[in-house]
């Protein structure tokens, strides 16, 4: 299950509203407008990318301009330091693009005031607190993933970065239904992503030996193994009187 997506939380135990929400990398801040539906008094989102913040004030031009939310182009080490200024702060689907998972932390952390609480979504894979995969190259056709830990060395990490109270609230494998091509996003998606029985074993076998050269190995012995299996049912074809396999 390396493709599993982890919702985790800590501090205070619900959102409180009326509140200041930050969504880190918003994106288009679709989920901006969802913490606006759910009353938060104000919402922030920060995405450097420039196309997101247009396409969220083309919507709000619309949708409008008196309401309190906002995206703005800023990515989260261009926050202040030590802004503790916002009751919940959302970081949904960035932790594993970041090179340094503590740095994101711990600039989550400074960024809620005391007592506020961090709601975190991030892939996981499947494993003790001490397992942790590191992709070398991309993952699932993503660039730019550094570390996708198991659910308690998250809770682990974030513990460390001072986050009290972490806890785990769902935990579910990312499915084609939910990740897929639609009418408005006609380029490829999950499905065109992954080859479940391929990824999940090569994953697996990254997570037990930890070791690319291994991995390697592991592969020429799986492929030598087909060869030989097809030579030999080639060669028992021809042996046999019946000119059938055995
Ligand atoms: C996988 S998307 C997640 C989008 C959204 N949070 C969601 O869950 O649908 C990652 C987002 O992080 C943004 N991002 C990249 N670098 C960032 C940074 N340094 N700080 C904040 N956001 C960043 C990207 O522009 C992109 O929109």
Request: proline share 7%.
């Amino acid at each position: 299950m390396s493709a599993a997506a982890m919702a985790i939380t800590a501090g205070a135990c619900s959102v409180q509203t009326p509140s200041a929400c930050l969504d880190v990398g918003c994106g288009n801040g679709y989920h901006c407008w969802r913490m606006l539906g759910a009353d938060a008094e104000r919402v922030i989102g920060i995405d450097p990318s420039a196309k997101f913040v247009f396409q969220f004030y083309a919507i709000k031009r619309f949708a409008g301009n008196h309401l309190p939310i906002d995206v703005l182009p800023l990515g989260i080490e261009h926050m202040p330091e030590k802004m503790a200024a916002f009751d919940t702060v959302f970081s949904m689907g960035i932790l594993y693009h970041r090179r340094s998972p503590m740095d994101h932390l711990r600039e989550l952390r400074q960024l809620l005031k005391p007592g506020g609480q961090l709601v975190l979504e991030t892939l996981v894979i499947e494993g003790a607190e001490d397992q942790l995969l590191v992709p070398q190259d991309r993952y699932a056709k993503m660039p730019n993933v550094w570390f996708i830990p198991s659910p308690d060395m998250l809770l682990s990490w974030m513990s460390k970065n001072g986050l009290k109270n972490p806890r785990m609230v769902d935990i579910s494998t990312t499915t084609i239904e939910e990740q897929r091509s639609t009418d408005w996003m006609k380029f490829e998606s999950l499905a065109d992503f992954w080859t479940p029985m391929i990824r999940v074993k090569l994953s697996r076998v990254i997570r037990r030996q930890c070791e690319p050269s291994l991995l390697l190995r592991h592969l020429i012995k799986s492929v030598l193994h087909l060869v030989e299996t097809l030579c030999l049912s080639g060669s028992l074809i021809r042996e046999s009187p019946l000119g059938k396999p055995h």
